[in-house]
């Protein structure tokens, strides 16, 4: 017997996993992975689904930075508004017996929305006809309303410009449900909502100057000491346009605090909030004529609408030659999962008219647009920056890949800072000793690859050395041997342990690029896109 999987189960799929991902359910990472070349670096090797190409990943992982609620979003496809063009019109009952103007035989492959250049989403009620549309919708109220070219339009909502930034493409567009029982805020991000301490640090003999590096402007905050450590970062000012933000603690007289940038929102759903609160379940906007019929007069036609619902009224309108050739819909009424119209004349003479009613979508049109728009694609947008922490310079990755729930090194508790290293950090005294991608040995038999040298205490040399470990052992009496620069006895002033273990949680997505070189200063935003 064969199975009919709903277009409805994909989107129920893809807003399980964006919830996952927004409600903290999970705590996804995007990770960058391998320095290694392809066999063509312009050509990279395929992915391949396996156990060995999965481990190699995770061996070469270089960082990972946390997925935050503001970095997804549902998406639907784009479908641009262009003057002259026959949309088609919302109809439950496309099939193939039962095709769009466009030839789409279902809801889910049909033009019936549109994207303006105002960043407004409409849904097309009535196209007139299969004619042309000419006149650009802009109402944003919530009421049904009538251009000039006789389409029938309903604003759904509009895509604030922090989601035109991280998600708008030419072939997909970000959609949200803004408000009910159990919904997310508006998600979108854009200003610094506040700020975590994920390490207090040691010395503090003052509060600390933080420092936000990130895209935006005007984000400000202050931090609290209390013996010793930074215990609180309170935002000052929230500022405008993040879609990523650093926080750099400096002075006070110690050292090694760390605190992470929660995002928030700027732009309003209100306009959003409105359609959806007002949206009227199982309304009747549109009536289809699939027969005219012959020989009826003029205001001699009466239409009464049956169905479960109530409320709905219709008027037929008849031409001078005696066909039916429209329905006027003077109350959508409400409540409606069926309905058929009965024709009665007062004088008679008229036959053969029949009519189809469209229902509205369950909750009503604008109700829900992810479910509306079959939005069965989730898209993820995040920002490798200038993280002094853990995200590497001065070297270059190969491989982009989606964790889920990893722990921290040596523990079974679950991984949750802003971003987190693989790597062993060893404390050196002479930077020209070593370069990335060397390889290394240390004398408790581990082997390492140099994945970047920082200067992390601030004084302007390259004072740490991040080892990707190849073969584990390796401990603080160790002596280091560079096999690149054929060097021995190289001393380990320190040793810190990585953050992550790399070993850990689950790998849901990886894919082979092009090698992408870091720098200091420079920001690469990586787009994913999941379809379900």
Not at 325 to 351: E, K, W
Not at 436 to 461: E, H, I, M
């Amino acid at each position: 017997m064969a199975i009919l999987l709903l277009e409805q189960a994909r989107f129920h799929q893809a807003r399980s996993f964006y919830r996952d991902i927004y409600n903290g359910n999970d705590k996804f990472y995007l990770a960058a992975s391998r320095t290694e070349t392809w066999t063509d670096d312009t050509a990279p090797d395929t992915s391949v689904d396996n156990r060995v190409d999965v481990q190699n990943f995770r061996d070469k992982i270089l960082f990972v930075k946390r997925v935050q609620s503001a970095d997804t979003a549902m998406l639907a496809r784009r479908i641009d508004w262009v003057t002259g063009t026959v949309y088609d019109r919302y109809d439950d009952a496309y099939s193939s017996a039962n095709p769009s103007n466009s030839g789409a035989t279902s809801l889910q492959t049909a033009n019936f929305y549109i994207l303006t250049d105002d960043f407004n989403v409409y849904k097309c009620i009535d196209n007139n006809n299969n004619g042309q549309s000419t006149d650009k919708p802009n109402s944003t109220g919530t009421e049904i309303f009538t251009t000039t070219d006789s389409y029938k339009w309903k604003f759904l909502f509009q895509i604030g410009a922090s989601d035109r930034t991280k998600f708008l493409s030419t072939a997909y567009m970000p959609v949200r449900k803004v408000s009910g029982a159990g919904q997310p805020s508006f998600d979108v991000n854009g200003e610094i909502d506040s700020i975590t301490v994920s390490a207090g640090g040691s010395g503090y003999t003052s509060p600390p100057t933080v420092t936000i590096n990130g895209d935006g402007i005007g984000a400000t905050a202050a931090a609290t000491v209390s013996g010793g450590a930074v215990t609180a970062i309170t935002v000052t000012g929230a500022g405008t346009g993040y879609t990523f933000a650093d926080i750099v603690l400096t002075g006070g007289a110690g050292a090694n605090a760390k605190a992470d940038a929660v995002l928030g929102s700027t732009d309003t759903p209100s306009l959003q909030t409105n359609v959806e609160g007002t949206a009227v379940k199982g309304t009747i906007d549109n009536i289809v004529v699939t027969n005219q019929g012959t020989d009826y007069t003029a205001g001699d036609v009466s239409l009464k609408v049956v169905g479960d619902g109530i409320g709905a009224n219709a008027a037929a309108v008849v031409n001078t030659n005696g066909n039916i050739t429209g329905v006027t819909i003077t109350n959508p009424g409400s409540g409606y999962t069926n309905a058929t119209i009965v024709l009665s004349q007062a004088s008679g003479g008229g036959s053969n008219a029949s009519f189809r009613v469209i229902i509205s979508p369950i909750d009503g049109h604008g109700a829900h647009p992810q479910k509306e728009l079959f939005s069965k694609r989730v898209g993820v947008t995040v920002s490798f920056d200038n993280d002094s922490r853990d995200l590497i310079t001065g070297n270059d990755y190969r491989q982009v890949g989606l964790m889920k729930n990893i722990t921290k090194y040596s523990l079974s508790t679950l991984f949750d800072d802003a971003t987190g290293s693989p790597h062993f950090i060893i404390g050196i005294s002479d930077p020209n000793n070593y370069g990335p991608d060397d390889k290394l040995t240390a004398t408790s038999g581990g082997s390492f690859t140099v994945a970047q040298l920082r200067d992390t205490t601030g004084n302007g040399t390259d004072d740490s050395v991040y080892l990707q470990e190849d073969v584990a052992g390796i401990g603080t009496s160790d002596t280091i041997t560079n096999l690149t620069k054929g060097l021995s006895s190289l001393p380990i002033n320190s040793l810190t342990n990585p953050e992550i273990d790399h070993n850990s949680g689950d790998i849901v997505y990886f894919d082979n690029r092009k090698p992408i070189t870091r720098e200091e200063g420079q920001v690469e935003t990586v787009k994913i896109i999941f379809t379900f």
